[in-house]
């Protein structure tokens, strides 16, 4: 298993935030995120869905944001806990992701 999908792993499974440098899109730079699912998306490119409390966005503010697991790096495990889904998740991935490899 890839280390990035292992600790992306281990945030959901305790639901702590992470934080780590976002290399894709516009704006490159630090994101911190409530991590909700690894799956891939109707791309077929294997993504992180989570929340985004803070940081870099070409879509601006906080919420819901899909990451490129491949352009993910340095990531950490924060203290920070986060309580549970937030609204609008899908635990099935919906009509946007499938073949889920680690979900809340």
């Known amino acids: 298993m890839n280390m ?6 281990v945030a959901i499974r305790t639901r702590r935030v992470i934080q780590f440098y976002y290399a894709s899109g516009t704006k490159p730079g630090v994101r911190i995120v409530e991590p909700h699912m690894i799956a891939y998306n109707q791309k077929n490119h294997l993504v992180m ?3 985004l409390q803070m940081g870099v966005s070409s879509s601006g503010g906080h919420g819901w944001r899909e ?6 790096s340095e990531i ?3 203290d920070e806990m986060f309580t549970g889904p937030r609204p ?7 009509k946007k992701f499938h073949s889920i490899q680690c979900c809340i």
């Not at 990035?4 to 792993?9: F, L, N």
């Not at 990451?67 to 993910?72: E, H, P």
């Open 4 to 9: 990035s999908i292992e600790v992306v792993s």
């Open 49 to 51: 869905s989570g929340w």
């Open 67 to 72: 990451y490129l697991v491949a352009s993910m």
């Open 76 to 78: 950490v495990l924060l």
């Open 88 to 94: 609008g998740y899908q635990a099935d991935g919906g």
